[in-house]
């Protein structure tokens, strides 16, 4: 019996105070940088924006330049 009440208690794991690193940093990041090259002019008139090769150009995924996009928009 003393085994099965040991298995059910979880040990607590104290972790030490960090910043969380959420989505929107990363999306705030992509943006910046999209922002810069529109404003630095590094994209002709007519770019059309694909969001699969700005994600592989940016070494992040898709997410966070589809909502780079949006907010550009």
Known sequence: MGRAS???ASP???VPQVRSIGR???TT???DELRAG????RFWP?????????AVAMNVSETP???ALMQLV
């Open 6 to 8: 040991a298995g059910l």
């Open 12 to 14: 607590q794991i104290q």
């Open 24 to 26: 929107e940093s990363l």
């Open 29 to 31: 990041q992509v943006y």
């Open 38 to 41: 529109l404003m630095e002019g």
């Open 46 to 54: 007519g770019y059309r924006f694909k969001i699969r090769d700005l």
């Open 65 to 67: 330049c589809r909502e």
